[in-house]
């Protein structure tokens, strides 16, 4: 799957005002998100990081052949809204696609991801509260004649079994962790996400010497007590469109034009432009 984006800066002091205009352009009300991003990284080669006893999904499968023997970053992402059955009506980053035809956003029916225990009390998180799904975002392609930035992704529910069993079968260890909390629209097939990432304070080892402990933070600190990534406060709108088939130029270039549409609504509001490729780099180093 291809995922087409474009991004633009916000100050904190124009996020109530921009809110309330995302909402005129979308015709919807903004949802509210809180996901937990836990990234990992890749502890041996990808070719044989699967335990001889453990054969991963078709999903999974997949998504390792997608990597193609590279060394990248894998992120699972708990989404913290609200229990699974809740009745929100939140929008899921996995919900809106362009499929091959093009068309209007595509609900999959995303699976409640009732999760097992952790298998272990000093890796423990809470993985029954919250649908998780293991995700991968590839190095965007060089900029070319396409006005936006693209690269390829995965995303794999995970409904079964505990994630970090999952994840630690693929041969990937934890090395830190962010909540991305902000607001989610859907136009058309845009996702539009006006959102910031916080910083998730690290617990060190009983050894005292401030090396980060190796596993998530339990229980995770209240959402008020995280410092932002940008200490502005500032925020970063994110437009995207996902395609189905990114062999598809017909659906390539609908997913672009659609994103610079929305570029062109958004001028003299946010600058809307296509995100430094370096910094979206996600290979280890």
Same mark, same amino acid.
């Given at each position: 799957?291809?995922?087409?984006?474009?991004?633009?800066?916000?100050?904190?002091?124009?996020?109530?005002?921009?809110?309330?205009?995302?909402? @005129?352009?979308?015709?919807?009300?903004?949802?509210?998100?809180?996901?937990?991003?836990?990234?990992?990284?890749?502890?041996?080669?990808?070719?044989?990081?699967?335990?001889?006893?453990?054969?991963?999904?078709?999903?999974?499968?997949?998504?390792?052949?997608?990597?193609? @023997?590279?060394?990248?970053?894998?992120?699972?992402?708990?989404?913290?809204?609200?229990?699974?059955?809740?009745?929100?009506?939140?929008?899921?980053?996995? *919900?809106?696609?362009?499929?091959?035809?093009?068309?209007?956003?595509?609900?999959?029916?995303?699976?409640?991801?009732?999760?097992?225990?952790?298998?272990?009390?000093?890796?423990?998180?809470?993985?029954?509260?919250?649908?998780?799904?293991?995700?991968?975002?590839?190095?965007?392609?060089?900029? @070319?004649?396409?006005?936006?930035?693209?690269?390829?992704?995965?995303?794999?529910?995970?409904?079964? @079994? *505990?994630?970090?069993?999952?994840?630690?079968?693929?041969?990937?260890?934890?090395?830190?962790?962010?909540?991305?909390?902000?607001?989610?629209?859907?136009?058309?097939?845009?996702?539009?996400?006006?959102?910031?990432?916080?910083?998730?304070?690290?617990?060190?080892?009983? *050894?005292?010497?401030?090396?980060?402990?190796?596993?998530?933070?339990?229980?995770?600190?209240?959402?008020?007590?995280?410092?932002?990534?940008?200490?502005?406060?500032?925020?970063?709108?994110?437009?995207?469109?996902?395609?189905?088939?990114?062999?598809?130029?017909?659906?390539?270039?609908?997913?672009?034009?659609?994103?610079?549409?929305?570029?062109?609504?958004?001028?003299?509001?946010? *600058?809307?432009?296509?995100?430094?490729?370096?910094?979206?780099?996600?290979?280890?180093?």
């Amino acid at each position: 799957m291809h995922e087409l984006l474009l991004f633009g800066q916000v100050p904190p002091k124009r996020h109530d005002q921009l809110l309330k205009i995302l909402a @005129g352009v979308a015709a919807m009300q903004p949802h509210s998100i809180v996901e937990r991003h836990l990234v990992f990284k890749p502890r041996r080669p990808i070719a044989s990081s699967t335990r001889a006893a453990t054969k991963p999904g078709a999903q999974v499968q997949a998504l390792q052949a997608q990597m193609q @023997g590279d060394l990248f970053y894998l992120q699972l992402v708990g989404n913290m809204t609200g229990s699974p059955g809740s009745g929100t009506g939140e929008v899921s980053s996995q *919900d809106v696609i362009v499929s091959e035809g093009g068309g209007q956003p595509d609900a999959n029916g995303a699976s409640n991801g009732a999760m097992g225990k952790a298998s272990a009390e000093d890796k423990a998180i809470d993985l029954k509260a919250h649908p998780w799904s293991l995700e991968f975002r590839d190095l965007p392609d060089v900029a @070319g004649h396409r006005p936006v930035t693209s690269r390829l992704m995965a995303s794999v529910a995970i409904t079964d @079994g *505990d994630p970090l069993d999952v994840i630690d079968s693929l041969g990937y260890n934890y090395t830190t962790e962010y909540v991305l909390q902000g607001h989610r629209f859907v136009h058309g097939n845009l996702i539009l996400l006006l959102h910031r990432p916080l910083i998730v304070p690290p617990i060190s080892t009983a *050894d005292q010497t401030n090396t980060p402990a190796p596993h998530p933070v339990h229980p995770l600190p209240p959402l008020e007590t995280l410092r932002p990534l940008d200490l502005s406060g500032g925020f970063i709108l994110q437009a995207s469109v996902r395609v189905q088939d990114g062999n598809r130029p017909e659906t390539m270039k609908a997913a672009t034009n659609e994103l610079v549409k929305f570029k062109e609504v958004m001028k003299g509001v946010v *600058d809307m432009e296509v995100g430094d490729r370096l910094a979206l780099d996600t290979r280890m180093r």
